[in-house]
């Protein structure tokens, strides 16, 4: 039974990844509910107390919806004066061991906003894409890779879709089973636009790391490091968990939200998590090489792959300089000019296709 608490302070643990299961699981599904224009005022700054206080409202109208108008408690003298009492839980406890039979935030079928449509198909074969837990056909696992060059744009079996930078491939079955949406990223960097359904989670594995979610847009990127896998948040929650070699999973940091990108070590078992532009995730789509804050071996190594090419260090050091830097479908000269004089360094050619950076370490 959840404790007596305030909405807000329960908001502000959710995002500080402090939340109990049951309290992330109302959060996340009254957070899916919200219009899309909401989901932006996260990526935004200043703008978080708007979006807790759009999800407070939605909360108290989604329990006088779900007919609790009884656990629903004005305690006046209190700062914020509204707090909520589950103490008939036991009204709706067989309403939520039925909901989660359905599948990850499946209480938002039961908390319809007015004049929202919820699909529920009668035979889960009328759902494109997706077999019923009676079908015998076995799926054919089907791999998409994309060119040296540009990206290759893919559309799935339930009709999400991936957008492949070069050099990148996926796995998928070419029908997706009752239980779930699964796809791997076998190299590189895709971004996904998912189609919501709430009876079929969909989920990308990248090695050892889970990412999963109902109907969102991210990024998964298996970094230049092949230990490291980074996750991009560009509208909806995202949940990204690690798993061990008996199978059990475990959250990594918290549930990202937009704007939230995750970068996690595989082999270290440590996470770092900050907040991004919208224009930064999935750049290469516009052809663009974008970064907020890497590292020149980062850079360097994307800027090898797009152009094929080799560049290499006058000193090891130098690998380790963070830059903020876009840079757009031009030629390689142009590139190497701007990434010279954003880095006070000086790129000398030693062979075709050859090239090698000099300059000092920075401070």
């Known amino acids: 039974m959840l404790p007596e608490k305030d909405l807000q302070t329960l908001l502000d643990q959710y995002q500080e990844g402090k939340a109990s299961p049951e309290e992330r699981l109302l959060v996340e599904q009254w957070y899916e509910q919200l219009d899309a224009g909401s989901e932006q005022l996260w990526s935004s700054p200043g703008q978080e107390p708007a979006v807790k206080e759009e999800l407070y409202m939605v909360i108290l109208q989604q ?49 319809k906003q007015p004049g929202e449509t919820v699909s529920r198909p009668t035979d889960e074969k009328d759902r494109p894409g997706i077999r019923g837990r009676t079908s015998v056909l076995p799926a054919k696992m089907l791999t998409v890779r994309s060119g040296e060059t540009g990206y290759k744009k893919c559309q799935l ?50 090695g050892s790391v889970i990412t999963t979610v109902l109907g969102t847009s991210f ?46 070590d595989t082999t270290a078992n440590t996470y770092g998590l900050k907040k991004i532009p919208a224009g930064v995730i999935a750049a290469f789509i ?16 994307d800027i090898n792959h797009k152009y094929h090419i080799s560049i290499q260090f006058d000193h090891e050091q130098l690998k380790n300089c963070h830059y903020r830097i876009s840079i757009d479908d031009i030629p390689l000269t142009d590139c190497l000019q701007i990434l010279s004089t954003l880095t006070n360094t000086r790129i000398e050619k030693q062979a075709e296709g050859h090239y090698k950076i000099i300059g000092q370490a920075c401070n």
């Open 63 to 111: 329990l006088k919806a779900a007919g609790n108008k009884d656990a629903v408690t004005f305690l006046p003298g209190k700062k914020r004066g509204l707090y909520v009492r589950l103490f008939r839980l036991s009204r709706v406890a067989a309403l939520l061991i039925a909901v989660a039979g359905l599948g990850w935030f499946g209480w938002s079928l039961y908390t």
């Open 157 to 206: 079996p339930d009709g999400s879709t991936a957008w492949l930078n070069a050099g990148s491939a996926i796995s998928y079955p070419d029908h997706f089973t009752a239980l779930e949406r699964m796809v791997r990223v076998e190299r590189g960097e895709v971004f996904f636009k998912v189609l919501r359904d709430t009876l079929h989670p969909f989920r990308v594995h990248t």
């Open 219 to 264: 990024l998964v990127k298996q970094g230049f490091q092949q230990n490291t896998v980074e996750v991009s948040v560009k509208t909806g929650i995202v949940k990204v968990e690690k798993t061990n070699q008996t199978g059990a999973s475990a959250l990594v940091g918290r549930n990202l939200l937009p704007g939230d990108q995750l970068s996690f």
């Open 286 to 301: 516009q052809g663009r090489l974008v970064y907020e804050d890497a590292s020149l071996e980062e850079i360097v190594y």
